[in-house]
C-alpha cells in the first residue's frame, strides 16, 4: 500500500515555505546567526540557527513552536484543499522538547502560560476544532515516528486523512546541555567535513497531508512507500549501526524496494562525529555493489538540527527535490570524513538528475531509528 502526500508546509531559519527553504537550500548561503534567545555570555557556543522573530531588543517568547505548529498545519491543509475543519482529521505531532521554553520563561521570568498551553492538542482544537491529537516526543526522529503511525491508521481503516506534523523550539535547558557535554566547541552545523565539532540547535516546523493514495482532491506532491522504525536501545547517545542498518533495511522491505532503486538520501548528517561517521559507514555498506549509488546531502548544514521536525523537513525538501530534479550541496562540505569514501554526497553547488525514490534518514538519541521511502509523482 502507498500513501499519498497532498499538502506540505514548513517554517525554519531560511524560510516561511517550502520553496522558500529548498531554494536558500540550492544557494547555500551561510545562515548561521549570534545566539539570541539566551545570554552568548553563559554559553561556549555562540551561534545557533534560530527564526528571527522575537521581539527587537532581545528577549524571547512563549508558544513558538506552537504557534509555528499551527502555522504549518493550516498551510499544509490549505494545500492539500481541506480547508480550517480538522475536527474528522487525526493530527499527529513529532517533537523533541513540546512546549519545554515556554515553561523556561514561566519558571525564569513568570510568563504567562496556562498549564493547558503546554499541550499541542488545546492549540489544534481551538484552531481548526482538532478532537484527535497525539504527540510524539521520541527525539530526534519523532516526526517521521509519526508519519509510520498515519500510514499504519490509514492501513487499519482509522481515517482515510492524516496531518503529520513536527515542531521545536530552542531551549536553554537543551543548549546548555550540549554546550558542556560537547567536548570541542562547534561554530557552525558541518556534517561529513573533517571540521565537524557537534551539534548546533535550529528552529522550525513542518507539516504534511497523508492521504489514503487516490482519495485526495488535488493532485499529489509525492508518494509514501514505507516507513521503518526502531529503538535499538543501544546506548544514551552513541548510535548504534546495526540498529540504523536493519531500520534502513526494513524501510526497503516494506517498500518493495531495493538500495539499488534509491536515486537520493536525506541524511541524518547532524555534525557529530561520532553519528557522521556511523551513518556513513552504514550507508557504504547497504549501497556496496548498488552501482553509481543515490545523490546524499544533509539540510542541517543550514537549518540547524530541528529536533523532532528535522525528518519531516527532510521529506518535504525530498519532495521537492524529486520534483525539480535538483539536489542542493551540503554546506561548507570542503573536506569530507574518510568514512564518506565513495558515497554521492553533493558538495558545493547543486546537482541535477532524474530522482524518483528518496531515502529520508533520522537517528535520535537512545537509539529510536526512523527511515521514509519517498516516491515522485509524475
Same mark, same amino acid.
Given at each position: ?5 497532498? #499538502? ?31 545570554? /552568548? ?11 528571527? &522573530? ?25 494545500? $492539500? ?18 512546549? =519545554? ?8 521570568? #513568570? ?8 499541550? %499541542? ?19 530526534? @526522529? ?48 558541518? /556534517? ?26 488535488? +493532485? ?16 544514551? *547517545?552513541? +548510535?548504534?549501526?546495526? !540498529?540504523? *542498518? ?13 538500495? @539499488? ?7 541524518? !548528517?547532524? #555534525?557529530? +562525529?561520532?553519528? &557522521?561517521?556511523?551513518? @556513513? ?5 547497504? %549501497?556496496?555493489?548498488?552501482?553509481? #549509488? +543515490? ?10 538540527? *530541528? ?13 521537492? $527535490?524529486?520534483? @525539480?530534479? *535538483?539536489?542542493? /550541496?551540503?554546506? !561548507? ?14 558538495? !558545493? ?9 528518496? =531515502?529520508?534518514?533520522? %537517528? ?15
Amino acid at each position: 500500500m502507498t500513501w499519498d502526500i497532498t #499538502g506540505m508546509a514548513a517554517v525554519a531559519n531560511i524560510g516561511s515555505t517550502p520553496g522558500e527553504i529548498f531554494a536558500a537550500l540550492c544557494a547555500g548561503k551561510e545562515s548561521r546567526q549570534p545566539l539570541k534567545a539566551f545570554a /552568548p555570555a553563559k554559553y561556549r557556543a555562540a551561534y545557533a540557527y534560530e527564526i528571527d &522573530d522575537r521581539p527587537e531588543g532581545g528577549g524571547d517568547l512563549p508558544q513558538r513552536a506552537t504557534r509555528w505548529l499551527t502555522t504549518v498545519v493550516r498551510q499544509a491543509a490549505a494545500d $492539500a484543499g481541506l480547508g480550517e475543519d480538522l475536527s474528522q482529521v487525526p493530527v499527529l505531532v513529532g517533537t523533541t522538547m513540546r512546549e =519545554q521554553r515556554s515553561l523556561e520563561l514561566w519558571w525564569r521570568d #513568570g510568563a504567562q502560560v496556562a498549564l493547558a498551553d503546554l499541550h %499541542f492538542g488545546t492549540a489544534l482544537k481551538a484552531a481548526f476544532g482538532a478532537c484527535t491529537t497525539y504527540t510524539f516526543a521520541n527525539a530526534c @526522529s519523532a516526526s517521521l515516528y509519526a508519519l509510520g503511525m498515519a500510514t499504519d491508521m490509514i492501513d487499519l481503516g482509522l481515517a482515510d486523512t492524516v496531518v503529520v506534523a513536527g515542531t521545536d523550539a530552542a531551549t536553554e535547558s537543551g543548549f546548555g546541555t550540549l554546550d558542556r557535554v560537547q567536548n570541542d566547541l562547534p561554530d557552525a552545523l558541518r /556534517p561529513f567535513d573533517a571540521t565537524h565539532k557537534g551539534m548546533l540547535m535550529g528552529e522550525g516546523a513542518a507539516a504534511v497531508v497523508v492521504q489514503r493514495s487516490g482519495t485526495g482532491t488535488g +493532485p499529489a506532491h509525492a508518494r509514501v512507500r514505507g516507513v521503518s522504525m526502531n529503538c535499538d536501545a543501544y546506548h544514551a *547517545t552513541a +548510535p548504534d549501526p546495526d !540498529g540504523i *542498518t536493519r531500520a534502513v533495511r526494513d524501510a526497503y522491505a516494506r517498500a518493495g524496494v531495493r538500495a @539499488s532503486d534509491i536515486d537520493l538520501v536525506m541524511l541524518h !548528517g547532524s #555534525g557529530t +562525529p561520532l553519528n &557522521d561517521e556511523t551513518e @556513513s559507514r552504514v550507508l557504504r555498506h547497504v %549501497f556496496e555493489g548498488a552501482g553509481a #549509488g +543515490p545523490r546524499m546531502t544533509a539540510i542541517k548544514a543550514m537549518t540547524g538540527h *530541528t529536533m523532532g521536525g528535522s525528518g519531516l523537513l527532510s521529506l518535504v525538501m525530498a519532495a521537492l $527535490a524529486m520534483k @525539480s530534479g *535538483t539536489v542542493p /550541496p551540503v554546506l !561548507g562540505l570542503a573536506d569530507p570524513i574518510p568514512e564518506t569514501a565513495g558515497l554521492g554526497l553533493v558538495r !558545493g553547488r547543486p546537482t541535477a538528475g532524474d530522482l524518483s525514490l528518496a =531515502q529520508v534518514e533520522a %537517528f535520535g538519541f537512545g537509539g529510536i531509528n526512523a527511515v521514509a521511502i519517498v516516491e515522485a509523482v509524475r
